[in-house]
């Protein structure tokens, strides 16, 4: 197992670019299922969790090849990295436990698999570092669509009547707001059925709405996406499509955060600014800037322009509340909990999506932070520093709040089992060399 070293309190400088998402890239290769012809996606980032998806669907038949700017080609980085995936074999409706219990996010092959196969079976997916995590609403929309669903050594096991689905009525709120992959499977789901589904409560994350415009492209009939409500026509058949991945909004933001917690000046290219507006609020509120670089003669491209970040001199405490979007994202709570530990004063921190996403405190608390938990929120009160410790990395987002406060003490901080940041940051360590940070990775074995 490998961990960081990290020698805090270098200032960073320079520019990176932001890669694409990994949220969205998981379920637009799921959709891969719903077409007997290649799909290309580009800039999909290079993660453990993507190639645990492309190895499931390989059991499902569907065949994936890496490439660069051309599929095939070797990648040069710069975002003209092209995956293409064509199914070969779809006479496989089984996800094996195996694959989709190292990721959640394989649950997202089940509407596709539905939708076009007219059966699937798939492991139900565990609890996690950060809650139990249930896909009861995922269900409840698939049933509404028809599908008969029953559960069978621990695997969902569903089949559209006649092999096809009918559209239907879905609402799909639930206790914390909407679902985001429960929104993706049903959505998927109704492109393919018979006849006309409305989706109510939809999760309006940028990455269903990546997600209705691949579909789009391939032939759907979607009226609505980025909103509550999706009308969705059913077609007969997708054809293959070739798209660019939106950014990885919450790279992005976990970059803004490390300039804001070194007092650093970055730029940042390839960045979302419109798919952040919560996180930019909640900066600006502290007292970091980000502001468009436009390219001259251009105007500023709000879903992929270049940023400049300028940190705060004294970070003002704040109120933060983590919600669906466009609310403060939940993934990027342990982040703004790092930077709030150098506020100037007492923050509080509610967590609304999953309430436990915590574990991050305790390792805090071991650098020096001063944080008292009550329920769903954290009161964190300024510190004028954090100490270098050895710390455990839990779950992906908490490691990366650990990163930036390791950037951020003084001292060294090593954070172990960094396997967890692996699924979601593209050789993070790499990134944060290239502005100038002391970051190694080292294997366990050799400490
Ligand atoms: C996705 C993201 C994850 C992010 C989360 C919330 C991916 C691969 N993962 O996860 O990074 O933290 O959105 O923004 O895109 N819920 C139910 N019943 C269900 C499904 C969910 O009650 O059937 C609850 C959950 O417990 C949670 C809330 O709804 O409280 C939101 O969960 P959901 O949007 O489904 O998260 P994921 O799609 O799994």
């Not at 996010?105 to 059966?119: H, S, T």
């Not at 029953?150 to 679902?179: E, N, Y």
């Not at 970055?266 to 419109?274: E, G, Y």
């Amino acid at each position: 197992m490998d961990s960081f070293i990290i020698n805090g309190g270098r200032p960073l400088s320079g520019t990176v670019r932001v890669h694409g998402s990994k949220n969205a890239s998981l379920p637009l290769m799921a959709a891969a299922l719903l077409t007997d012809q290649p799909l290309i996606l580009r800039d999909v980032p290079d993660l453990s969790e993507i190639r645990n998806m492309t190895r499931l669907l390989g059991t499902l038949g569907c065949e994936a090849e890496q490439g660069g700017a051309e599929p095939g080609a070797p990648d040069a980085g710069g975002g003209d990295r092209a995956m293409t995936l064509h199914v070969t074999d779809s006479s496989l409706t089984a996800a094996p436990y195996e694959i989709v219990k190292t990721m959640r996010a394989g649950i997202c092959v089940l509407g596709p698999l539905l939708a076009k196969r007219g059966r699937a079976r798939v492991s139900m997916p565990g609890g996690c570092a950060i809650g139990d995590r249930p896909v009861d609403l995922h269900l409840r929309g698939l049933k509404a669509l028809g599908a008969e669903i029953t559960l069978d050594a621990g695997d969902i096991v569903a089949q559209a009547p006649g092999g096809r689905l009918t559209g239907g009525h879905v609402f799909l709120g639930g206790p914390s707001g909407s679902t985001v992959l429960g929104t993706a499977n049903v959505l998927c789901a109704a492109v393919l059925a018979k006849g006309q589904t409305v989706i109510e409560s939809a999760a309006c994350e940028p990455e269903i709405e990546d997600l209705a415009g691949l579909l789009i492209q391939m032939g759907a009939k979607i009226q609505g996406a980025g909103s509550p409500r999706l009308i969705i026509d059913g077609v007969e058949a997708l054809s293959g499509a070739d798209h660019r991945v939106i950014p990885d909004r919450i790279e992005a933001g976990t970059f803004v955060f490390a300039a804001a917690i070194t007092q650093s000046s970055i730029t940042l290219d390839n960045f979302p600014t419109d798919a952040l507006g919560a996180a930019l609020d909640r900066l600006h509120a502290i007292g970091v800037d980000v502001t468009p670089k436009p390219t001259e003669g251009q105007p500023f491209d709000r879903h992929r322009g270049s940023v400049s970040v300028t940190p705060a001199d004294v970070l003002k405490p704040i109120q933060v509340f983590t919600q669906p979007h466009p609310g403060f994202p939940t993934d990027l709570q342990a982040q703004i909990m790092s930077l709030l530990c150098l506020a100037d004063g007492n923050s509080t921190i509610t967590e609304k999506i999953f309430p436990d996403r915590f574990l991050h405190v305790a390792e805090l608390l071991r650098m020096g932070a001063d944080l008292t938990r009550n329920g769903p929120s954290v009161v964190v009160t300024g510190v004028g520093e954090l100490i270098g410790a050895p710390v455990m990395a839990s779950d992906l987002r908490a490691s990366a709040g650990l990163v930036l406060a390791g950037l951020a003490a003084r001292g060294t901080t090593t954070i172990n089992r960094v396997y967890h940041l692996d699924r979601g940051y593209e050789r993070m360590e790499k990134t944060l060399q290239t502005l100038g940070a002391d970051i190694q990775r080292v294997n366990e074995a050799d400490l």
